[in-house]
């Protein structure tokens, strides 16, 4: 069973950083682990997904510029660096992990494999 394990978020003021792991009881070499959130009385939505085996990335354009992210192949964790936060900003967080399609690599569709979640608030 494939267990994703979240940790990093917390309350926090607007303008701060947060930065947010997600470690992975399996690798996913030829597969993609990426990050969604979802605040309350709305559905999950897309912030960063990376494909391990070519590198290949995408970033929610409502984030760019303010998070990114990097992995570690060797240690199956995923990093989210969160700066510039905004009240906008507050979710729940998930890490996934699986093998989307093209169509899909940006859907929660597309990713068989979810840790709990960790709640981020950004106050204002």
């Known amino acids: 069973q494939v267990q994703l394990e979240e940790s990093g978020g917390g309350l926090v003021q607007a303008g701060d950083s947060l930065r947010l792991s997600c470690t992975a009881s399996e690798t996913f070499r030829n597969g993609a682990m990426g990050w969604f959130r979802q605040a309350p009385g709305k559905e999950r939505e897309f912030v960063a997904v990376i494909r391990w085996a070519t590198g290949a990335s995408r970033l929610a354009d409502s984030v760019k510029g303010r998070f990114s992210f990097s992995g570690n192949t060797a240690k199956n964790t995923l990093y989210l660096q969160m700066n510039s936060l905004k009240s906008e900003d507050t979710a729940t967080y998930y890490c996934?992990?699986?093998?989307?399609?093209?169509?899909?690599?940006?859907?929660?569709?597309?990713?068989?494999?979810w840790g709990q979640g960790t709640q981020v608030t950004v106050s204002s």
């Open positions: 996934a992990a699986g093998y989307p399609i093209s169509s899909t690599l940006t859907s929660p569709n597309g990713y068989r494999y």
